[in-house]
């Protein structure tokens, strides 16, 4: 619910900046990247994390350039949103691979994309269980972290474009 809720205003915002946004929720992983991989040119799977942590995350592909630079761009979109100290580093970006230390359920959320159009990259903007991080999940929010996604998204986009 809680993921849904940022998921929504990020489409907003993308539609509002002119961007076609496809929601695929209904199938499992890798059914969406392949379904996706021709079409799309960002694939994010977007999730809520638990576990106590202190720190927002945007994993990309290890085998993706591409990714890197949005998992940076997102990720520097959250910190401008929401701040970034020691105590609470909302920009966090690391590459996933198969059999990587902390990563390999990211990898599974994206590995399907990679060989087609889209860029991919796991978002997870912060923990449900962690005090300094209760503020994304009221109803602004929520908001104001799909904005964030949104940002980077936007803005990575107009990047690419000659």
């Given at each position: 619910?809680?993921?849904?809720?940022?998921?929504?205003?990020?489409?907003?915002?993308?539609?509002?900046?002119?961007?076609?946004?496809?929601?695929i929720s209904h199938t499992r992983y890798a059914e969406r990247q392949a379904w996706a991989s021709p079409l799309a040119?960002?694939?994010?799977?977007?999730?809520?994390?638990?576990?106590?942590?202190?720190y927002g995350l945007v994993c990309f592909d290890h085998r993706s350039s591409s990714g890197m630079a949005l998992s940076k761009r997102v990720a520097m979109a959250l910190q401008a949103s929401?701040?970034?100290t020691p105590?609470?580093?909302l920009s966090k970006t690391t590459s996933a691979a198969a059999g990587g230390?902390?990563?390999?359920?990211?990898?599974?959320?994206?590995?399907?994309?990679?060989?087609g159009k889209p860029c991919g990259i796991v978002f997870e903007p912060g923990f449900i269980d962690?005090?300094?991080?209760?503020?994304?999940?009221?109803?602004?929010?929520?908001?104001?972290?799909?904005?964030a996604l949104a940002a980077g998204i936007d803005g990575?986009?107009?990047?690419r474009k000659p």
């Open positions: 619910v809680l993921a849904r809720g940022y998921m929504a205003a990020a489409e907003d915002s993308l539609r509002a900046a002119g961007h076609e946004v496809i929601v040119d960002v694939y994010v799977a977007c999730h809520v994390n638990a576990g106590g942590g202190t929401w701040g970034s105590e609470n580093p230390e902390d990563w390999t359920n990211a990898w599974n959320l994206i590995k399907g994309v990679y060989s962690q005090a300094l991080h209760a503020a994304m999940w009221t109803p602004d929010g929520l908001v104001r972290t799909g904005q990575w986009l107009k990047d």
